[in-house]
């Protein structure tokens, strides 16, 4: 069965940190392209950020450009979202995605980022 759980949500004040996890399993975790999204109260769920199988190419958002750096580590099926300098408008809930066989979507249940001014 394909899972992806995340977790390393909470409540930061502005300006803070958080390190955000997302444990998969049930495939081939390092053959494939892993992306973080995020869905705030309101608007529509869009991507933050994407990293290779190999971890060599990665792309943001241009909100969170210089700010958020994802990375993976295939040894452990886990695909990290290191979110610094947040600010309010990062509040939401984050997602994490891989699609397999260029069409099938798999979600986790997403974990809450909530920052406070």
């Known amino acids: 069965q394909v899972q992806l759980v995340e977790s390393g949500g909470g409540l930061v004040q502005s300006g803070g940190s958080l390190r955000l996890s997302c444990a998969a399993s049930?495939?081939?975790?390092?053959?494939?392209?892993m992306s973080w999204h995020r869905q705030a109260p309101g608007k529509e769920r869009e991507l933050v950020a994407g990293?290779?199988?190999?971890?060599?190419?990665?792309n943001y958002a241009d909100s969170v450009k210089g700010r958020f750096t994802i990375s993976r580590d295939n040894a452990k099926n886990t695909v990290y979202l290191q979110m610094n300098s947040l600010k309010p408008e990062d509040t939401a809930v984050y997602y994490c995605?891989?699609?397999?066989?260029?069409?099938?979507?798999?979600w986790g249940q997403g974990t809450q980022v909530t920052v406070s001014s």
């Open positions: 990293i290779s199988a190999s971890g060599g190419s990665t």
């Open positions: 049930g495939f081939t975790f390092s053959i494939y392209y």
């Open positions: 995605n891989v699609r397999r066989f260029g069409r099938t979507d798999t």
